[in-house]
């Protein structure tokens, strides 16, 4: 999308006290990036995968624009989700995802985390290698739990037996917060309260302060 439509949307957007949400794939100029991220309140970036060579040989991008963009975004006080597309083959090794997971761990701070979107990848148009399984990407995401506090996993349905793991779980007492089911979504695990004359949500369980605005 041209950038000029983008930033014309957004200003207006703003007048209307509407909030811009920006799904990308991180590839933006600096000087482009920098009036885009003045008019945005969250966006949820691909990381496609950790490899230069990859983002260079295969996607036709650039790991370090993307990461630029991440740290960028963040540095503005933009929200941030990051989601990466699981492709068998391509980016599913145990090696690749960790070196995601951990470059999104050093993104989190006690105040605030990155939320990690692991989405199952199925054939469509040119691209006809097997699709995703429900038992490696749940794995994935178990990996990453090990190191991220909200990780999710999408176009699939957990696996019998598995929890949702589109939940977003409270990190100090367990309870869900907001349950999804598709499109459906419920947020009664939250208790929305005043602090510092700014509504806030909280845990309706354990009270403590939730990680969503």
Not at 130 to 137: D, E, H, K, P, V
Request: glycine content about 6%; proline content about 4%; some cysteine.
């Amino acid at each position: 999308m041209h950038i000029e439509f983008l930033l014309d949307c957004m200003a207006e957007a703003r007048k209307a006290g509407v909030a811009n949400v920006l799904v990308s794939n991180g590839c933006a100029r600096a000087e482009a990036l920098s009036e885009i991220l003045d008019l945005c309140d969250a966006a949820n970036i691909d990381l496609k995968c950790y490899s230069e060579k990859t983002y260079a040989e295969v996607l036709g991008g650039d790991l370090s624009t993307v990461v630029s963009f991440i740290h960028a975004a963040l540095e503005r006080g933009v929200h941030v989700e990051i989601a990466t597309l699981v492709v068998p083959g391509l980016n599913d090794s145990r090696a690749e995802l960790d070196k995601c997971r951990d470059f999104i761990a050093e993104l989190q701070t006690e105040e605030a985390a990155v939320p990690w979107h692991l989405s199952a990848c199925h054939p469509a148009y040119k691209w006809n290698e097997a699709a995703t399984t429900s038992q490696s990407l749940v794995a994935a995401v178990r990996r990453a739990r090990e190191k991220l506090r909200f990780v999710y996993a999408g176009n699939i349905a957990s696996p019998s037996g598995e929890p949702n793991f589109n939940d977003t779980i409270c990190p100090f007492c367990g309870k869900t917060l907001v349950s999804r089911r598709g499109y459906q979504v419920d947020a009664s695990g939250l208790s929305l309260k005043m602090e510092d004359d700014k509504p806030t949500y909280f845990c309706a369980l354990c009270g403590k302060k939730a990680p969503v605005s």
